[in-house]
């Protein structure tokens, strides 16, 4: 049995230019605080809400529970501005069904809240695709700690030797690695030349097939494709 394993922000939708409008617009607004693409990219994409918050809030402190709260504010106003522009990474509904028809296990694993997720999902139709749903609530450590993908490999039945992830964000590259499955970079979020460190790497899914994906479960050794 196989497992194709999927991060959600930047990998099964390119949320993150719409994030960042809107992390912008919140840190402007909440916080007093301009922030640069380089604060993004280090300090915003791919981490969690709390991580965040904390860092914009530059030293002071909150109760967990306002921290969450801000948090939640701000994936509100997400979810508002991203609802006339949701789509999938091309190719990704043409893959997804690629891999139905050949038995492959699936799962998303993001570091997102619930409703984001549920969110994508019910707005991409993209639900019957997907075997295992997990988010930030479903660990206690986020990436790049591998809980998450080790989390998913044990809801799918699967060992790290027949899983592959497919992240966008050095992070979560990390936290793919760490689990010990292959790892492809999808370069929505990073040019190529900066997805290190993976098996593979693609633009979007139109240069993914069930083929492709195949290889990178062959036994160790072979070449890495597409780095």
């Known amino acids: ?11 099964i939708a390119d949320t993150n230019p719409h994030h960042r409008i809107t992390w912008g617009e919140y840190a402007r607004r ?5 922030l640069t693409e380089d604060e993004f990219l280090q300090h915003v994409s791919g981490r969690t809400n709390a991580a965040i918050v904390t860092y914009l809030l530059n030293g002071k402190t909150l ?3 306002e921290i969450d709260r801000l ?9 508002e501005v991203y609802a006339p522009h949701a789509q999938t990474v091309p190719g990704l509904e043409a893959f997804l069904k690629e891999l139905k028809r050949n038995g492959v296990k699936t799962a ?19 639900e019957p695709y997907f075997d295992v749903l997990l988010d930030i609530t479903k660990v206690t450590q986020p990436k790049p700690h591998p809980e998450i993908y080790q989390t998913a490999m044990r809801l799918l039945g699967v060992g790290p030797e027949a899983s592959v992830v497919f992240e966008d964000f050095i992070p979560g590259i990390a936290a793919g690695r760490a689990s ?10 990073h040019p190529r030349e900066e997805l290190t460190m993976v098996d593979d790497v693609i633009r979007d899914f139109t240069e993914m097939s069930y083929e492709r994906f195949h290889r990178l479960l062959e036994p160790a050794g072979s070449p890495a494709l597409g780095v």
């Open 1 to 11: 049995m196989k497992a194709a394993i999927f991060d959600m922000d930047g990998v």
């Open 108 to 126: 998303v694993a993001t570091s997102a809240p619930t409703a984001n997720l549920t969110f994508i999902l019910e707005t991409l139709k993209l």
């Open 71 to 79: 948090g939640d504010e701000k994936e509100a106003l997400f979810r």
């Open 63 to 65: 109760p967990a529970a």
């Open 180 to 189: 010990g499955a292959r790892v492809v970079g999808v370069a929505t979020t």
């Open 30 to 34: 909440f916080f007093n605080h301009d």
